[in-house]
């Protein structure tokens, strides 16, 4: 959950990684830190906060070198401080460390090494790592590489690691094992480490993916990787095709807003590229797996796990399959009986959240097919499942997941609508509607993008009670979920999202004239929405604030509803990729009239890289 960026080449390191790390800060902002190789001597400068504080200290103290690693941190073990903030050093203070993931083992790996002299500063896990290194150079290791292998072969646990030495000035080592790390090549002899390619998006135009246990050696103008054992390996260097425009803020005030306003663009182009509908990219299923599938199981986490809901709800009425939907985190610990047969689809924007690479690891040793719908091509979750749907959403920074969302959702419909077909449970003419009012949904967001200042002023309005409750009933109940979380994520205003059917079996007894009532009431073909309006009788009985999202032209909302938030109609089924985006809009206001720091909010990572 933490950022890493580190750079060798002929300029000087430090403005690069500074640069780097803000790109990075939306995976852990709560302290910082740099070392960089000079003169033969490892030099570090670290603070507690923002990235801010770091350029403030190096303003005062100032460093230069052309080697260096540099780390913006989420706190799992020891609380955020200068002395917890990477890098981390060994006792000669000659090797130093950065490093995202947990060391499983560290304590039993910390007792030994205190046991033969070494001696600790912080309360975190990395540290052992430079004391590792250093003891195998003490036991004998011929070089640094053997150092590093003999240090990893002892620790267990999820990694990405940056290290610099000053006993090797001109060399930046990288290795990981279950959390993201990648190399770029830049011009000049440039060579990057980084946790996520946004960091160094507009320095380089070619990545190499590293895979778990391959250690990487990078110089000006080289890399060489070796497995633990030794042994080289070929590098597979890949073109990065995003532009860096794509990670910038474009003159939006945040992040998130860019990402909310980029959703009608990203929707249009998904619906284009998409490989199921003529689409160029490659699959990876045949549509013969499809006809003879019986089973289908949805895993995700947060956000991802709403759209998977949304998805399993697409999946029933489209294409007759048992679908089930749970969370990642819950999955891998249960005993779900799930045959060879069954095919999960993992859905993840990151691609690299633990509970979801968990639990689909654990399927394939099921003998299940994995076809994912993920965001960020090279993931982990990409490389290990047989088949991807990309939701081509391009870079989302805002720790709060909008664009992602939307573009699961529209990946699930055009995979259910795509099945449905393959299995003879939609004909021809079926498939062409469906796919004509999904094409309509895009121009609906945008309409509704066009409303934000009436949202605004309604999210005004409501923001400031202590907790929201949000209704919807079948494909709205994901998006109350969703919007819920919108809500406590980026506001810290607590929000439930509840089935609108449930209410009688408790929830009802919170209302009264001070909690806002979020009732998803679009008009359906079907009598959800009739549903939804005598849940919301229920509500105005008991003189809660009912704040409705309802259908252009619906007169009768007004009836009970204090604010109404009109959403432009589109088909039942597609409704929640449209009515999520006022909700987003919502939330964005509310917290916006609390004064959060909507991008960073306090305590979240934007990739759970750890369990
Ligand atoms: O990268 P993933 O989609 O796997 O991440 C899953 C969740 O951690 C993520 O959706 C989280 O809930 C976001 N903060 C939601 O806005």
Redesign the pocket.
């Known amino acids: 959950m933490c950022g890493i960026v580190g750079y060798v080449g002929k300029k000087n390191a430090v403005p690069l990684l500074i640069a780097g790390l803000k790109r990075l800060e939306y995976r852990g902002y709560d302290s910082a830190g740099i070392a960089v190789v000079v003169e033969n001597k490892i030099s570090v400068r670290k603070t507690v906060g923002r990235l801010t504080n770091l350029e403030a200290r190096l303003a005062q103290q100032p460093l230069a070198g052309s080697v260096a690693v540099g780390h913006t941190r989420w706190a799992t073990h020891g609380e955020p401080s200068e002395i917890n903030a990477h890098p981390h050093c060994d006792c000669a203070g000659r090797i130093a460390v950065v490093h995202n993931g947990i060391i499983e083992n560290y304590h039993e790996l910390r007792a030994a090494l205190e046991a033969k002299g070494h001696k600790f500063l912080s309360q975190t896990d990395t540290e052992v790592i430079p004391h590792l290194i250093e003891a195998a150079l003490r036991d004998g290791a011929k070089n640094l590489p053997d150092a590093i292998r003999a240090a990893l072969n002892q620790a267990r646990g999820a990694y990405a690691l940056g290290i610099v030495s000053a006993d090797a000035p001109d060399t930046l080592f990288a290795v990981r094992q279950g959390s993201p790390l990648i190399i770029g090549i830049g011009e000049d002899g440039d060579r990057f480490i980084a946790s996520d390619v946004p960091a160094v998006l507009n320095r380089v135009r070619e990545a190499i993916y590293l895979d778990d246990g391959i250690l990487a050696e990078l110089r000006d103008g080289s890399v060489r990787l070796t497995n633990l054992a030794g042994a080289e390996v070929p590098a597979k260097v890949q073109p990065v095709t995003l532009s860096a425009e794509a990670a910038d803020q474009a003159g939006f005030e945040t992040y998130m807003l860019k990402e909310i306003h980029e959703q009608p663009r990203v929707l249009r182009r998904l619906l284009e590229v998409n490989p199921l509908f003529g689409g160029g990219a490659n699959f990876g299923l045949k549509s013969d797996y499809f006809r003879k599938l019986q089973r289908v199981m949805i895993i995700?986490?947060?956000?991802?796990?709403h759209a998977g809901m949304y998805g399993r709800l697409l999946l029933e009425q489209f294409t007759g399959l048992a679908v089930e939907t749970d969370l990642a985190s819950e999955f891998r610990y249960r005993d779900p009986h799930i045959d060879p047969g069954t095919l999960i689809i993992p859905?993840?924007?990151?691609?690299?959240?633990a509970d979801?690479l968990a639990s689909i690891r654990l399927a394939k040793s099921w003998g299940c097919k994995v076809l994912a719908i993920c965001?960020v091509p090279g993931s982990s979750?990409t490389r290990e499942s047989d088949a991807v749907l990309f939701t081509e959403a391009g870079p989302e920074i805002g720790?709060?997941?909008?664009k992602?969302?939307t573009a699961q959702q529209m990946a699930f419909a055009l995979l259910a609508i795509w099945i449905g077909s393959a299995r003879g449970m939609i004909d021809a003419t079926a498939c062409r509607s469906l796919l004509a009012d999904l094409a309509g949904v895009p121009d609906a967001i945008h309409y509704l993008l066009d409303r934000k200042d009436s949202i605004r002023a309604i999210a005004q309005k409501h923001h400031e009670g202590p907790s929201a409750l949000y209704l919807g009933r079948k494909f709205n109940y994901p998006t109350a979920l969703e919007g819920a979380?919108?809500n406590k994520?980026i506001s810290y205003q607590h929000a439930e999202g509840y089935a609108a059917g449930e209410m009688k079996h408790g929830p009802i007894a919170l209302i009264n004239e001070y909690l806002p009532v979020v009732c998803i009431c679009t008009k359906t073909s079907d009598e959800v929405y009739e549903k939804m309006i005598s849940n919301m009788r229920e509500v105005e009985a008991r003189r809660g604030r009912i704040i409705a999202l309802a259908t252009d032209g619906d007169s009768q909302i007004a009836r009970f509803a204090h604010d109404i938030i009109y959403v432009p109609y589109v088909r039942d089924e597609f409704s929640p990729i449209v009515n999520v985006v006022a909700l987003q809009l919502f939330a964005y206001y509310a917290a916006q009239a609390r004064g959060t720091d909507i991008d960073k909010p306090r305590n979240?990572a934007?990739?759970?890289t750890v369990e």
């Open positions: 995700g986490c947060g956000t991802a796990y859905v993840s924007q990151s691609g690299e959240t979801t965001n979750l720790v709060a997941s909008t992602a969302y979380l919108k994520e979240l934007k990739s759970v």
